[in-house]
């Protein structure tokens, strides 16, 4: 009998997304026998504790940017070069001590540069191969790819979520000329609702407001819908993006709910009338599989989102608005003539890269 793989699966800590679209992926590793060791912090590790309690877990700290109140995200990373680069040593020099420690074959790094080393196959995942740098980040473009290109060589194969011809979901920031790895596969949208047979929601929701990333800008968008969802009076569910914590409250005609398990949360977006979020890569790949359209409102100065935002708004795919200026009305109505989005998966290609890297 061939020994069995052990991996390691290290999602970034920025919202609940890179662990939410690795929920797929670690199902097909231990579905194919393979020993799943998961690397996380704070919220990402609450979440997959709660989604894979058979799995064993490692606390892997990284860094967690604040997002400005207001101002370019862009310009706060660059400011904050120095902390990254101390937190990144710390968790490369801690993977090695796990890695040894634990006997791990195989690293799976959702977006953390960092966690390569030569004592395992380290495969990289991500979608964000051209950074957005507008207005006056523009010129140090080339240094910061230059810098993510160099940590990509790092490791011994690339992992695009998404479609590698037209139509995809991320546009420019994967679709690159120059793929900094030759080692590289798009292998199509990962979504945590891709093998969930969810019904119906017998409650029927208005809105559906969908919460997620870091502080403050969560809190801020939180408290904007709480007071607009109820001057409207509509019949609305909140979910806070908590898996930390269990229980919710009503609140008039809001009900707020901490987090939902999978299957009760693909119910509950099939069922609501509209449904309200940031434009995270991770969400656009959740609504693409279960069909749903949206009302987008990108985390101020999120470059990514504000590029996805746009580039779906210009296409009439789904309606965004700033969260400055963000009128609730103004955007259920608006929402009606855009057109959502909806893909057949294909998980072929990630079931043939899952099998190689295990063979």
């Not at 707020?256 to 969400?283: F, M, Q």
């Not at 656009?284 to 580039?311: C, H, N, S, W």
Request: proline share 7%.
């Amino acid at each position: 009998m061939p020994q069995k793989k052990t991996i390691l699966v290290c999602p970034l800590d920025w919202g609940l997304g890179h662990a939410t679209r690795m929920v797929p992926v670690i199902e097909l590793l231990t579905e194919r026998g393979a020993k799943v060791i998961i690397g996380a912090d704070n919220r990402p590790l609450n979440f997959l504790m709660q989604r894979f309690p058979s799995c064993e877990f490692v606390k892997l700290p990284g860094f967690s940017p604040t997002y400005p109140v207001n101002g370019s995200m862009a310009l706060v990373m660059l400011k904050s070069f120095p902390q990254m680069g101390a937190a990144a040593r710390k968790a490369h020099d801690l993977l090695q001590e796990i890695i040894t420690g634990k006997k791990v074959d195989i690293v799976i790094s959702d977006n953390r540069y960092e966690l390569h080393s030569k004592k395992a196959y380290c495969v990289f995942v991500t979608h964000q191969l051209d950074i957005a740098t507008p207005g006056l980040t523009v010129p140090a473009k080339p240094v910061i790819r230059g810098i993510i290109n160099r940590y990509i060589r790092k490791y011994d194969e690339l992992w695009i979520p998404d479609f590698e011809g037209e139509p995809n979901l991320s546009g420019k920031l994967s679709h690159i000329r120059y793929m900094p790895l030759d080692n590289y596969h798009f292998i199509g949208p990962l979504s945590r609702f891709s093998l969930v047979d969810a019904e119906l929601s017998s409650e029927k929701t208005e809105i559906l407001a969908l919460l997620s990333g870091p502080e403050p800008q969560r809190t801020m968008l939180e408290q904007l819908l709480i007071s607009q969802i109820t001057d409207s009076g509509k019949k609305a569910v909140i979910l806070q993006g908590k898996p930390e914590e269990t229980s919710g409250q009503k609140n008039g005609n809001i009900r707020i709910i901490p987090h939902l398990p999978d299957e009760k949360l693909a119910a509950l977006i099939k069922s609501a009338k509209t449904i309200i979020t940031r434009p995270g890569y991770s969400t656009i790949m959740d609504l693409a599989v279960l069909g749903k359209k949206a009302v987008f409102i990108p985390t101020p100065g999120q470059t990514e989102q504000e590029y996805l935002a746009q580039r779906f708004k210009k296409e009439k795919i789904f309606y965004s608005g700033q969260q400055k200026s963000f009128d609730l009305n103004r955007a259920l109505k608006a929402q009606e003539n855009y057109s959502g989005l909806s893909v057949e998966l294909n998980a072929d290609v990630l079931v043939k890269r899952v099998t190689g890297i295990l063979e």
